[in-house]
C-alpha cells in the first residue's frame, strides 16, 4: 500500500513530512515551517496555521484555509530559503484554484526563531490570476493538459 505524498511538493510521504508538525513535533528550519503551513492550508487545518504565527502578528481571528473556503492550493515551489539562528526568509509560490479560476500567490514571508521554536511573522504577498489554455499544461503540476486534469 502507498502512502499519500505530502501536499508541499516535498515527494515525501505526509506521515514522514508535515504530519508530525501538524501533531506537535517542532519544526527544524523556516523553510519546513512554511512547507507545514502550505499543507495545513491545503489541508484545512486552521489551527496548526494559527498557532504557528507569531502572537506579536498573528490575527485575532483564525484565518480560513481550504476546508472552509472553495480554495483548492494545487501546487507549491520553493523558490528560495535561508535562515541564520534567530531570523529566516522563504520565497515561494503557491498555486491555488477558486471557484472555476486559476491563481498565483507569490510571498517572500519572513520568520523569526523564539524559544527554540520557529513562527511565521509576516510575508510580501502578490496575487495573480493565471488563465492557462486548454490544452497548457494544468498549473497543478501533473504533467498532464489541463482540460484533461483540474478543468475537467
Known amino acids: 500500500m502507498s502512502q499519500r505524498l505530502c501536499p508541499c511538493q516535498s515527494g ?4 514522514v513530512c508535515c ?6 513535533a517542532p519544526v ?8 507545514s503551513r502550505y499543507s495545513a492550508f491545503a489541508m484545512g487545518l486552521a489551527d ?3 498557532e504557528s504565527w507569531h502572537p506579536e502578528t ?8 481550504s476546508a472552509e473556503t472553495s480554495e483548492q492550493w494545487k501546487g ?3 523558490l528560495s530559503s535561508e535562515a541564520d539562528a534567530q531570523y529566516g526568509y522563504v520565497h ?3 498555486t491555488c484554484r477558486d471557484q472555476g479560476r486559476w491563481y498565483v500567490l507569490e510571498e517572500r514571508s519572513r520568520f523569526v526563531c523564539e ?3 520557529w513562527y511565521y511573522l509576516d510575508g510580501e504577498p502578490e496575487s495573480r490570476e493565471l488563465k492557462p489554455g486548454r490544452n497548457d499544461p494544468c498549473p497543478c503540476g501533473s504533467d498532464r493538459k489541463e482540460k484533461k486534469c483540474c478543468g475537467a
Do not use: T, W
Not at 515525501?12 to 506521515?15: A, I, Q, T
Not at 523556516?30 to 512547507?35: G, K, N, T, V
Not at 498573528?58 to 484555509?65: D, L, V
Open 12 to 15: 515525501e510521504p505526509y506521515s
Open 19 to 24: 504530519q508530525p508538525h501538524h501533531l506537535g
Open 28 to 35: 527544524d528550519s523556516p523553510e519546513a515551517l512554511m512547507r
Open 48 to 50: 496548526y496555521i494559527h
Open 58 to 65: 498573528r490575527p485575532a481571528q483564525r484565518p480560513n484555509a
Open 76 to 78: 507549491l515551489k520553493v
Open 92 to 94: 515561494f509560490c503557491a
Open 115 to 117: 524559544g527554540g521554536r
